[in-house]
């Protein structure tokens, strides 16, 4: 049997000694679900924000009024200040971030429904992709969700 990417993540922050946080907008809580599903996930995450409004993004995690008007919710700059205000705020070596378009409603010919970008904040620097989910609402926000986890992974093993 396969292991789940809950699992593969919690082994590889358990062995490097690291902490993880979240921040979540579109996904609404379901990376930090998923990470918390596995027993003994407390010797590794920290906790999570899910901040939906513009207003929490500001006030919870740090986001610059500028960069949400310039840039908008949904864009790599403000997934990078969501995930370093996260790491800051929960005292954690990792924060992983998300901003996304689930829909129906809400896509731009630029940001169309399925636009998510995922941020990644750590000691070492910083970082953000592009991911396009496909589907309903509860697709996106899952797929969205999955593409978060998978990067979190691929950043610790390759790049620790």
């Known amino acids: 049997m396969e292991k789940s990417i809950e699992i593969i993540l919690g082994q590889l ?4 000694g690291l902490q993880l946080a979240t921040a979540e907008s579109c996904t609404g809580g379901l990376i930090a679900d998923r990470i918390t599903n596995i027993p003994g996930s407390s010797e ?9 409004a513009y207003e929490a993004k500001v006030a919870l995690l740090g986001v610059s009024w500028d960069t949400l008007r310039e ?14 205000g996260a790491r800051m705020a929960l005292g954690s070596d990792i924060a992983v ?11 731009l010919p630029d940001k169309p429904v399925g636009t998510t970008w995922i941020g990644l904040s750590s000691t070492d620097g910083d970082m ?3 991911f396009v989910g496909e ?3 509860l697709q996106i926000k899952s797929s969205s969700a999955e593409a978060a986890l998978y990067f979190v992974v691929d950043y610790l093993k390759n790049n620790l």
């Open 13 to 16: 922050l358990r062995e490097k």
């Open 44 to 52: 590794y995450f920290r906790g999570g924000v899910v901040a939906y």
């Open 71 to 84: 840039y908008g919710a949904v864009s790599e700059e403000t997934v990078i200040e969501m995930a370093r």
């Open 97 to 107: 971030s998300v901003s996304g378009i689930a829909g129906p409603d809400g896509g």
């Open 128 to 130: 953000a992709q592009k």
């Open 135 to 137: 589907g309903d609402r």
